[in-house]
């Protein structure tokens, strides 16, 4: 679970962490910091912003 950013903490409205869309695919572009289950996960789910600041637009990410 990769929620808390530096400057940010768990405040999921104020995270800056982004989501880009590039073809059928999403590039991850942010820093994340105190993960759960870090170097030993097989799978993270990532929060990023795929659309405006605030609470609303924040998707999560399945990443291997």
Same mark, same amino acid.
């Given at each position: $679970?990769?929620?808390? +950013?530096?400057?940010?903490?768990?405040?999921a409205?104020?995270?800056?962490?982004?989501? %880009? &869309? @590039?073809? @059928?695919d $999403?590039?991850?572009?942010? %820093?994340?910091?105190? =993960?759960?289950?870090?170097?030993?996960? +097989?799978? $993270? %789910?990532?929060?990023? &912003?795929?659309? @405006?600041?605030?609470? &609303?637009?924040?998707?999560?990410? =399945?990443?291997?």
């Open positions: $679970y990769c929620l808390t +950013e530096p400057g940010a903490g768990s405040d409205a104020a995270l800056s962490t982004k989501a %880009v &869309r @590039d073809g @059928d $999403y590039v991850l572009n942010g %820093v994340k910091q105190f =993960i759960s289950g870090a170097g030993t996960s +097989e799978v $993270y %789910v990532v929060m990023a &912003r795929t659309g @405006d600041t605030g609470p &609303r637009g924040i998707s999560a990410f =399945i990443v291997p």
